[in-house]
C-alpha cells in the first residue's frame, strides 16, 4: 500500500494568514503516460464527509474558493490556503488514488490563533 | 443535482448481521463506480472497496478482504455494505462516495453520502 503523511499534525494561523499543509507519499504518484499526479485533498469539518477540494495535486473543484491552492508533483505535495478564514477551520486530508488501495493522510487539523 | 443519500444510523450487538445502503440520485447511477469509506473516531478515513453498479463489477482493499460485502442494486440506484458477523471493532462511521469520472476508478471522490454511523456493542 503506498504510505501518505502529514505535516504538521496540526496549525493554528491568524484569520488572513497563510496556511501550509504538507503531504509525501511513500512512491510516485505521477502517471508518466498523462503527466498527472493522482493526489486529491479534502476538508472535513465535524459531523460531515469530507469535501473534495482538488484533485489531480492542483486543479480546485467548481465552487472552492481561489484561496484554496494545491502544488506539488511525484511525492511530495502542498495544500495552501492563502488567506485564512473562520469557515476554513477543520480537519485536512490528503488521498492517492494512483493505486488500490486508495490511502489517506492522517490528516491535518487548522485552527484559528 | 448528485445525491448520494445513506440509511439511518444503526445499534447492533457482536456477532449480529447488517446491510447498509447508499442511494444515488441526480446522475445516471449504473456509469459510475461507488466507493465504500470507514472513518473510525478520531482516525482518518480508509477506503474499504469500490462497486461498479453496471455489472457489479467489485474490488476490495485487502484489509476488508473478506470482512465485508459491497453489492449493487441498479435497479434501484443502490450500493449496499454488508457484514455477516459484526465485531465491536466495527464501530464507525461509514461513507459512501462516488468515484468523479464514469470512464474508470483511478479518480477522485467527488460526492459523498451523509454518512452512517454503526455501533457495535454488547
Known amino acids: 500500500d503506498i504510505v501518505m503523511t502529514q505535516s504538521p499534525d496540526s496549525l493554528a494561523v491568524s484569520l488572513g494568514e497563510r496556511a501550509t499543509i504538507n503531504c509525501k507519499s511513500s512512491?510516485?504518484?505521477?502517471?508518466?503516460?498523462?503527466?498527472?499526479?493522482?493526489l486529491a485533498w479534502f476538508q472535513q469539518k465535524p459531523g460531515q464527509p469530507p469535501k473534495l477540494l482538488i484533485s489531480w495535486a492542483s486543479s480546485r473543484e467548481f465552487g472552492v474558493p481561489d484561496r484554496f491552492s494545491g502544488s506539488g508533483s511525484g511525492t511530495d505535495f502542498t495544500l495552501t490556503i492563502s488567506s485564512l478564514q473562520a469557515e476554513d477551520v477543520a480537519l485536512y486530508y490528503c488521498q492517492q488514488y494512483y493505486s488500490t488501495p486508495f490511502t489517506f493522510g492522517p490528516g491535518t487539523k487548522v485552527d484559528i490563533k | 443535482e448528485v445525491q448520494l443519500v445513506q440509511s439511518g444510523a444503526e445499534m447492533k450487538k457482536p456477532g449480529e448481521s447488517l446491510k447498509i445502503s447508499c442511494k444515488g440520485s441526480g446522475y445516471i447511477f449504473t456509469s459510475y463506480w461507488i466507493a465504500w469509506v470507514r472513518q473510525m473516531p478520531g482516525k482518518r478515513p480508509e477506503w474499504m472497496g469500490i462497486i461498479y453498479p453496471g455489472d457489479s463489477n467489485t474490488r476490495y482493499s485487502p484489509s476488508f478482504q473478506g470482512q465485508v460485502t459491497i453489492s449493487a442494486g441498479k435497479s434501484i440506484s443502490t450500493a449496499y455494505l454488508q457484514w455477516s458477523s459484526l465485531k465491536a471493532s466495527d464501530t464507525a462511521m461509514y461513507y459512501c462516495?462516488?468515484?468523479?469520472?464514469?470512464?474508470?476508478?483511478?479518480?477522485?471522490?467527488?460526492?459523498w453520502g451523509q454518512g452512517t454511523l454503526v455501533t457495535v456493542s454488547s
Open positions: 462516495a462516488r468515484i468523479s469520472d464514469n470512464s474508470g476508478y483511478y479518480y477522485p471522490m467527488d460526492y
Open positions: 512512491q510516485s504518484l505521477l502517471y508518466s503516460s498523462n503527466n498527472k499526479d493522482y
